[in-house]
């Protein structure tokens, strides 16, 4: 950040200082999600980047009179230290010793008295009364509808506006009626009159729906309460279609206005209990439920949706596991060029970056990028989610590391996958952490597991390599990826805390472990896998993974000699299925590198 940048920052924490004296509030908290919890969101929401300067997707921070703290996770460290440097601002880094959670630091220092505020839109329901317990026990009180970025945010970006589409029945393998039937079989065995719902992926599944409101994400800013009898969906008008209006139509889905979805859910005539998922809800809507329907009434639970939507039906898997072998050939045809072209012409990170994006919209059915492309050449690569610019990105020299964090958005599937590249000579410990990672990945990769495993036990699966060695990494190993919809799905996820919901058949998953060696290199190895159904004995039932990745390893990276006989098992059959999908797609040159890049190793 510049220094002209930084001393935006400082005016703005004191134009926000000046509103919470106004409001009579000594401590504000803001999270960088939006009003429907997202992960990521348009540049309207980006409340703590305004204020901070730090552009990392999970942010929480903390604002007081004395002083400006801001908590991320492991994926930021690096990135949001530089970002901060030089502002008010102090990093707290998620879970590492001595880094008090933001709930610990506001027991500690908030003050009988003392007033909490946050934006209630923008804080979930189990976010908000946690804080709200929090701040009672220490004698203090809770403002939830302080949202001072309305009022000195005067450049505020324009609240995104899209025209939205409908996915046709072929596309998604399941009509809307037989998916909200499904959802309301689930409230009757809760005993739930309503859902109402602001989980922007989850409506558009329910929907089958799509749009085009925060980069990268094909959702529309909507909410929707689904009745046993009714469907209400709030949305822009500016985004209705003349088909969409014909679909609603013709499926009997009212629509309303989205600017007055609050206004209307606090007079909301409810005839029974209501159903809402606290950790996809906001605060501010809980509120606004409880006084229309009475606290007493509602009904606390993850949407049924959520389950629903991330076990993939059969159109959806077949779709998707030709949308991996396409995304697949693309990024092998990259690879070859990078490999073939470094040293030769003058590649930097985000030409690099370019050239594979333009490979990707050439796939038929592309519709966009499913996150921007992380290309990262060596220590810049150990920043999780480094974002390279213009200004700043590294060219690209015949040594060392490219990572390349891609994917796309096509009409037949959702992709992302992460390859470790190698551009020239390396040192012995690059190739030891290389090899460490990439033994990492298969053992998850070729895992076998009894049904009823979930995502805690399968990360043991590829952190063992990292722990003999005393080493780990400072992210999940795996996350749910959308069917045409948001890359980070849930519920399922692999990690080694936190991670309880059982795999079942159809999930489609991340398998991405990593090191990063800060001012040094980063690596990581991400492949997409699909969860299917294994062997049935007269010990249970169990489940693996099929690849959906089809690319390579890179071997100039791996040292056999400190693989076990079973990991190099692994990486010769991975390669050899590699070789037998990708290899009708490439000819010449192409062809030869792929039959190279996919030889067989021996110990």
């Known amino acids: ?78 990135s949001a230290a530089g970002e901060l440097a030089g502002t008010e601002w102090q990093l707290m880094k998620m879970g590492e010793p001595g880094v008090p959670t933001i709930e610990k630091f506001l027991t500690d220092h908030l003050k009988s008295g003392q007033t909490l505020g946050f934006d209630g839109r923008a804080v979930t329901v189990t976010e908000g009364e946690s804080y709200k317990k929090l701040a009672e026990s220490c004698g203090a009180k809770v403002n939830g509808s302080f949202a001072p970025a309305d009022e000195i945010w005067t450049d505020r970006p324009a609240m995104p506006s899209h025209s939205v589409y409908i996915l046709p029945v072929e596309t998604v393998g399941e009509d809307m009626e037989s998916k909200v ?62 088909d969409f209006r014909a679909y609603a139509i013709q499926h009997e889905i009212a629509l309303h206005p989205y600017e007055k979805f609050f206004q209307e859910l606090s007079d909301w005539k409810f005839e029974g209990k209501v ?3 606290p950790d996809a809800s906001s605060f501010a809507l809980k509120e606004a439920c409880a006084k229309a329907a009475g606290a007493e009434n509602l009904v606390n639970g993850a949407n049924p949706t959520t389950a629903m939507k991330a076990v993939k039906n059969e159109v959806e898997l077949k779709n998707s596991r030709k949308c991996y072998l396409d995304d697949s050939v693309a990024l092998c045809k990259f690879m070859y060029w990078l490999q073939k072209e470094i040293g030769k012409q003058k590649i930097t990170e985000i030409s690099a970056a370019d050239h594979l994006d333009h490979l990707r919209s050439e796939i038929p059915g592309y519709i966009e990028l499913s996150f921007d492309t992380i290309s990262a050449y060596n220590a810049n690569a150990a920043m999780a989610h480094y974002a390279p610019t213009e200004e700043s990105c590294a060219e690209l020299k015949p040594e060392g590391f490219l990572l390349v964090d891609s994917g796309g958005t096509y009409m037949n599937g959702t992709t992302d996958v992460t390859r470790t590249i190698v551009l020239g000579k390396l040192s012995r410990q690059m190739i030891e952490d290389y090899t460490t990672v990439a033994v990492s990945n298969l053992r998850l990769l070729y895992a076998r597991f009894p049904y009823g495993a979930n995502g805690i036990a399968l990360d043991t699966y590829a952190r063992a390599p990292f722990w003999d060695k005393r080493q780990n990494f400072n992210h999940g190993t795996g996350h749910g990826v959308g069917y045409i919809l948001n890359v980070h799905e849930g519920p399922q996820s692999i990690r080694w805390r936190n991670a309880n919901v059982v795999f079942e058949p159809g999930m489609i998953t991340s398998d991405e472990p990593g090191i990063y060696i800060e001012n040094a290199y980063g690596i990581r190895i991400e492949s997409i896998v699909e969860c299917v159904e294994d062997e049935t004995n007269e010990f249970g039932r169990f489940l693996r993974f099929d690849p959906l990745t089809y690319a390579p390893i890179d071997l100039e990276a791996i040292d056999p000699s400190l693989m076990e006989k079973s990991d190099i098992e692994k990486l010769n059959d991975y390669h050899k299925k590699v070789w037998e999908k990708v290899s009708p797609y490439l000819e010449g040159d192409e062809l030869e590198w792929l039959r190279k890049a996919t030889r067989a190793v021996e110990a």
């Open 275 to 277: 159903f809402l998922d």
């Open 181 to 242: 039937d499904r959802v309301r079989d689930v409230l009757k065995t809760r005993g739930c009159q309503a859902l109402v719902m602001a989980k922007l992926d989850d409506i558009m599944w329910l929907l089958n729906m799509r749009g085009d409101d925060v980069h990268c994400n094909p959702v529309a800013l909507s909410y929707l309460i689904l009745g046993q009898d009714t469907i209400d969906l709030f949305i822009q008008e500016s985004e209705i279609t003349e």
């Open 1 to 78: 950040m510049s220094s002209e940048n930084k001393s935006y920052i400082k005016d703005r924490l004191t134009a926000l200082r000046q509103v919470m004296a106004k409001a009579g509030v000594d401590y504000f908290l803001a999270t960088s999600s939006d009003y429907h919890a997202s992960e990521y969101v348009s540049d309207f929401f980006k409340v703590t980047e305004y204020l901070s300067g730090c552009t990392s997707d999970n942010v929480h921070l903390l604002v007081s009179k004395e002083g400006a703290w801001l908590w991320t996770d492991g994926r930021f460290f690096i």
